[in-house]
């Protein structure tokens, strides 16, 4: 059967509103209208050549200065010096071999100028000349840098910038050599003429050679975070097709072409970029999930990622469906309300991450490491979460409807009366986690009953438990309750009960209003762990006021 491939939606140029925005734009053709782009490219060529000029002119003079001996040729050997050693430097990144070569020039230089007397004034103008020639080398030098990188942005393919840059600073350095030359006479031979020329051809051409090799050591304009960069796509996203301050949320991007736009939206809740090109050259900033980073655009786009080390980045509401990240470290990564229904994250570590509201429905999380990550209101429908460490997980409110659970390590972990475990598939679970390792199998010596694990875990609908570790001060338990009975008489709580499970203390409490515990459970937490320290640590320094109570 031959499915028809959708129409594409030509939107080059559009500056977008929130009324005309459509959910679908796959397939869109985004960036600037070829008369923009068109613009651009000319301007940044006329640029090039207008820069090469001046490297002309300054290059044929030195040139002939040096060829004819003229009265400051010098002055040209010591600015020739000074050029040669920074450009090395900044070349290799290494100071040694710049500074071996101003230091061999100089004493050269030295050399010849003790058969030349020079007063001071002279030495000083010979030095101010070779500051202001090799400091308006270098302002040259960072021009022709940013003018690649602004044609890397606007081209796709590399071998178009590097020939476009190529002929026009040749086309340049000897439109400007040949300007120098003009008010020459004709005593200057021809041999000098073309000296000159060659000089400032080789000079423009080793700056711009060593441009390119410094934008390719550097990343540049990929790199991020990097000043170079913004400043480039701002210039690349000129009157492009603007997203800037749009709700993306929902919207469809798959397959469009966004090289050249500005997508600077303010939320792309679940905005879906899988096989979208461009992004990478789009205008983008990090004011709702990390779009800068360009392992992040790799995985929105390709659904993977070589780099699998993101950890502490932000990925709220990011569409991930179907993903492969297998083996993802996303300790402290931010992936609230993140798609990622169909991903493969088997193996990956997601200590503390924030998972708040996410989609894992049938995601594949097998021997993940859940630490400390918050999971509530997760959607973990039909989700295989065997052997998963969920140590310390918050997981209230969250859906395990369908899911398989077997032999996760369910220490200390949060739930809550609306964590849903219906249908759950579980043989056992384990209640510790020791060296590395989930311990305390439960059941011991035999597997869950269909239905049992629910049963025995879900909460009631009042009820929230409380864990505490190690020695347990029943007296400050009681006091602290009796405190925020006054302190908090709107909670209604009560204490239902206390549960050893070997070094650990289960607190029941519940309240006489059932959506209390549900709606305040963060409350509820820290003003009962927060006063039960307080208290404990009160009676530990008053033993008298301990003696008094037990009276």
């Not at 007397?117 to 030095?127: R, T």
């Not at 990090?286 to 993101?310: G, M, R």
């Not at 992936?335 to 996410?358: P, V």
């Amino acid at each position: 059967m031959n499915h028809k491939r959708p129409d594409k939606k030509e939107i080059q140029g559009k500056n977008l509103k929130q009324k005309d925005l459509s959910l679908d734009l796959e397939y869109s053709i985004c960036g600037q209208k070829l008369y923009t782009f068109i613009t651009l490219v000319f301007l940044s060529l006329t640029a090039c050549l207008a820069i090469s000029m001046i490297l002309g002119l300054l290059g044929a003079e030195m040139g002939l200065q040096l060829i004819l001996k003229r009265e400051d040729w010098l002055t040209s050997v010591l600015i020739y010096v000074v050029i040669s050693g920074w450009l090395l430097t900044a070349v290799t990144q290494n100071p040694i071999p710049g500074v071996s070569v101003v230091v061999i020039g100089l004493s050269a230089v030295t050399h010849w100028w003790k058969a030349v007397p020079l007063s001071l004034e002279q030495v000083l103008q010979i030095i101010i000349t070779t500051l202001v020639v090799w400091a308006t080398t270098v302002v040259i030098f960072h021009l022709i840098r940013f003018l690649i990188a602004s044609l890397d942005i606007l081209f796709e393919q590399p071998l178009i910038v590097r020939t476009l840059m190529t002929g026009s600073i040749f086309l340049g350095t000897i439109s400007g050599a040949i300007i120098s030359l003009l008010p020459e006479t004709t005593e200057v031979p021809l041999i000098a003429k073309i000296v000159g020329i060659l000089t400032s051809t080789g000079l423009g051409l080793a700056l711009m050679l060593s441009g390119c090799w410094i934008n390719h050591c550097q990343n540049v304009p990929w790199k991020h975070p990097d000043p170079w960069r913004n400043l480039v796509l701002r210039v690349g996203s000129w009157r492009g097709t603007s997203f800037h301050n749009l709700d993306l949320s929902g919207v469809s991007l798959k397959r469009a072409k966004l090289a050249n736009t500005n997508l600077q939206a303010k939320k792309f809740y679940r905005t879906c970029f899988q096989k979208a090109t461009g992004v990478e050259r789009a205008r983008v900033d990090s004011q709702y999930l990390d779009l800068e980073n360009l392992k992040v655009q790799k995985l929105l786009t390709n659904a993977s990622s070589q780099d699998q080390d993101f950890r502490g980045l932000n990925l709220r509401g990011a569409y991930l469906q179907g993903a492969d990240m297998r083996g993802f470290d996303l300790t402290d990564t931010n992936l609230t309300g993140a798609d990622l229904k169909g991903a493969d994250l088997r193996g990956s570590i997601l200590i503390c991450t924030q998972l708040a509201g996410a989609d894992f429905q049938g995601v594949d999380l097998r021997q993940n490491i859940l630490m400390d990550a918050n999971l509530t209101e997760a959607d973990l429908r039909k989700a295989d979460l065997r052997d998963c460490i969920l140590v310390r997980a918050q997981v209230a409110r969250a859906n395990f409807s369908g899911a398989d659970i077997t032999g996760i390590c369910m220490e200390d972990w949060s739930i809550s009366s609306q964590t849903c475990f219906t249908d759950v598939r579980c043989d056992y679970i384990y209640r510790r986690y020791q060296g590395q390792q989930p311990t305390n199998r439960y059941p011991v010596h035999r597997n869950f009953e269909p239905g049992e694990f629910a049963s025995q875990f879900q909460q009631p609908e009042n009820q929230l438990e409380l864990v505490f570790k190690g020695e347990f001060d029943y007296t400050a338990l009681s006091l602290t309750f009796d405190q925020l009975q006054t302190d908090k008489p709107d909670l209604n709580l009560k204490l239902q009960g206390i549960e050893q499970r070997d070094n650990l203390w289960i607190v029941k409490i519940t309240s006489e209003n059932p959506t209390t515990v549900e709606n305040r459970i963060k409350e509820i937490q820290d003003a009962v762990y927060q006063g039960y320290e307080v208290t404990t640590t009160r009676l530990e320094n008053n033993p008298l006021i301990r003696r008094i109570i037990s009276d």
